[in-house]
């Protein structure tokens, strides 16, 4: 079965910058969209961002100008460059990828920024 793992978590500095990663075991067909959700402590879980199959993005309004999501549906692959990192940007997250009959997840890769 398909699973995505991530990668490119860790520990920065406010102000610095991290590239997140998610890639599909194995290829997922018919996908029409890609993104990336995030859940901090004591908070709920948020879409951060997301890119259509058609290229289009969008972005909640506490990462407009610092973080940009890319990708490749045909090779269910998924970046998320984040700059300007902030402390309330800690959290947990996870990639997802939205297809014709499933919506798969991945396992989720800690993001922690220190002030």
């Known amino acids: 079965q398909v699973q995505l793992v991530e990668y490119g978590g860790g520990l920065v500095q406010a102000g610095g910058s991290l590239r997140l990663s998610c890639v599909a075991s194995?290829?997922?067909?018919?996908?029409?969209?890609m993104g990336w959700y995030r859940q901090a402590p004591g908070k709920q879980r948020e879409l951060v961002a997301v890119?259509?199959?058609?290229?289009?993005?969008n972005y909640a309004d506490s990462v407009k100008g610092r973080f940009a999501i890319s990708g490749d549906s045909a090779k269910s692959l998924v970046y998320m460059q984040m700059n300007s990192l902030k402390p309330e940007d800690t959290a947990v997250y996870y990639c997802n990828i939205g297809a014709d009959y499933r919506n798969y997840w991945g396992q989720g890769t800690q993001v922690t920024v220190s002030s």
């Open positions: 890119i259509t199959s058609s290229g289009s993005t």
């Open positions: 194995r290829s997922i067909f018919n996908i029409h969209a």
